[in-house]
């Protein structure tokens, strides 16, 4: 009760002097810190008090002449951003304004810069978009931060790292800026194992932004990065580097199969040889698959690269990965993938390939048991594919995080799955036009 009176009393009462009560402002901001913070917090009944705080934090923030001062204050507005959004948007022009300058001063105080660089990434949230004048502010912050060769980065990367998150993530367009950025992190991916799972998400984010582009002017070297990655990484950093992957052929499947050819033959050999772990044996079993239905000369291409480093013909290697890729199937728990396992099958039966062909009743067994796992009854009691898009579906339902497509990239993500031959393709008329 005293904290949430202490807070009140201060954002009513702007005539307070910074000389004679900047203890208690300063009190007050870290007591509405905690309010804002609090689980059961408001935000509909805080708009009424939302400028006023956020003008009399600005004043207590311009006014403080500590480091230490400075940075509590815009934890406390960084948090505001975060929990009022875009309501808060309208008011903070002059603040944002203010940032460069502050940045300027704070050359010689990385923590302090690493609020800077906190909030600087939730007003770009809160603002849902990348204003244009502050381009030129954000992306050399970026570039200092994720630039392995600066000392600051030890403090600044995960912070900055975040900015860029938001930046790609709210950006309409792919531009110059943007792709030049992307140099670090070909750097960042090899630097430091804690911030991976962050890298990869960018790349990826980066990938869906203008995935032509990319793949064909930085595509190779971040997959010869992953193919150097791949053999270090545990399990999970494995699945997260295998999105990444199936990502570039989802997105552009005859390009994105040929760019992530360089790993391909990794994969195919961790299912020669059995991979143990269910998750990752999913992931390969799915881009094995994309391949095929992406590109069969490619397809061909990996078969032969694998072949040759066991010192077997052809058809024996892609039958011993055939019969593992048959008995492991059933351990697929996605139905999404699935479905993608069973397109995968029944497009290897169009190869009439005599060994494929022997293996006819297991095939079908397996396709079988996916059509059962997809199909449900309609009102009329015909058999519906649950995975095929109808139009005007929603294609949140099939998302993997259950986005609501609230930025660009979430739109960009709808797009994949829109075009996606799991979500395109009804199974069963697929099998039967084979």
Known sequence: MERSYCAGFWIHDEDFS???????????????????????????????????????????LKEGSECETKMQILNVMCLLLERMGSNIVPHSKTFVQYLPHLWQESEDHNMLRCAI?????????????????LTHFLLPIIQMGTNINESSI??????????????????????????????????????????????????????????????????????????????????EGVVMLMRLVDSFIRAIPGLGSETVMP????????IYEGEEYPLVMSMFMCIFGRTLLSSHEVFNRVIAEVARDKNENEQVTLIKIF????????????????????????????????????????????????????????????????????EGQCPSNFD?????????????????????????????DYLQSQ
């Open 154 to 235: 030890v403090y600044l990367l995960e912070d900055v790292l975040d900015l860029w998150t938001a930046v790609l993530e709210y950006s309409p367009t792919m531009t110059n800026e943007l792709m030049q950025l992307f140099n670090n992190m070909l750097s960042l991916l090899d630097y430091t194992t804690e911030t991976l799972r962050t890298c990869l998400y960018i790349s990826l984010v980066h990938l869906v932004l203008a995935p032509e582009w990319v793949m064909r002017s930085q595509g190779n070297q971040l997959m010869s990065i992953c193919v150097s990655l791949m053999s270090d990484l545990k399990n």
């Open 117 to 133: 660089v906190a909030t600087l990434a939730e007003f770009v949230k809160a603002f849902g978009s990348v204003p244009e004048d």
């Open 263 to 270: 790993i391909l033959p990794k994969i195919f050999d961790r």
């Open 18 to 60: 910074i000389e004679d009560t900047g203890v208690v402002r300063l009190t007050a901001a870290t007591t509405l810190r905690y309010a804002i913070d609090d689980f059961e917090f408001n935000g509909e009944q805080f708009k009424d008090y939302m400028f006023n705080a956020f003008d009399l934090l600005f004043t207590l």
């Open 323 to 390: 019969d593992i890729f048959l008995t492991r199937m059933s351990n697929v728990a996605q139905l999404d993938q699935r479905k993608l396992l069973g397109l995968t099958l029944i497009n290897f039966l169009t190869t009439q390939s005599t060994p494929i062909l022997q293996r006819f009743n297991k095939i079908m067994s397996n396709i079988v048991e996916v059509l059962n796992d997809i199909s449900k009854a309609a009102d009329d009691g015909a058999y519906v594919d649950t995975l095929f898009l109808l």
């Open 400 to 428: 993997e995080y259950g986005s609501c497509y609230k930025t660009d990239h979430d739109q960009r993500k709808k797009q994949l799955i829109l075009n996606d031959p799991v979500h395109t393709i009804v199974l069963k």
